[in-house]
């Protein structure tokens, strides 16, 4: 064998499994399930997906910049018909003691007495009181509780999405809300101003049928 046939040789070895695999069958494209159609929605009551359910906080950072956090884990219920999508309710508690940020000293902190008071205050829980239906968005107007106190506040929400999950076969609803709040209404008040009074709360959270 010349030197010249090497490489010929060498490049047919790498070309071989390629080339056995052309015409076998390639794995399906799993289909997309949900669609923002309120048609798909079977009334009833769900059950919050706490491991598809997140509330995603942002903060300004000493003048510098916005700083980021995650409180994953919501659980709770919606109760929803769609032929009276004004009379849905919705509640849901957030286990504090999931905060995540990109620091771990910070998750620490974020537990303490001086933010969320894990320790005495492990939960933070919203329950509806009202809901203006425009389309596919609504306002829902509700009660916070946080750290003890309860205020009221106001979610942008929309629907984004309902079907079959084709993981576990349930019937599921998904929704994405934003808000705002205040965290010195709530006893908030380590390292203001420095650190932002106004929260923004960005919600995505999915709800599974339970009956």
Known sequence: MTNR??????????????????????????????????ARIAAGTYRADPSHTQIAFKVNHFGFNAY???????????AIDPARPA???VAIEIPLAGVVTTSEELNGHLKSADFFDVAQHPMARFRSTSVVVDGLSARISGELTL??????????????????????????????????????????A??????????????????????
Request: proline fraction near 9%; avoid cysteine.
């Open 87 to 89: 009379a849905a309710t």
């Open 68 to 78: 980021h956090g995650l409180l994953p884990g919501g659980a709770g219920t919606l």
């Open 5 to 38: 046939l090497l490489p010929v040789l060498a490049l047919a070895l790498v070309l071989a499994p390629a080339a056995a695999g052309i015409g076998h069958a390639q794995p399906a494209p799993m289909p997309v399930a949900g669609a923002a159609d309120p």
């Open 190 to 211: 380590y390292a203001l101003p420095a650190v932002g009074d106004r929260v923004e709360l960005t919600i995505t959270a999915a709800f599974e049928k339970a009956q």
């Open 147 to 188: 750290r003890g106190v309860t205020r009221p506040v106001v979610l942008d929400a929309r629907f984004t999405g309902a079907g079959v999950n084709p993981m576990n076969k349930a019937a599921t609803i998904g929704f994405e809300a934003t808000t705002a709040i205040q965290r010195s209404e709530f006893g908030i």
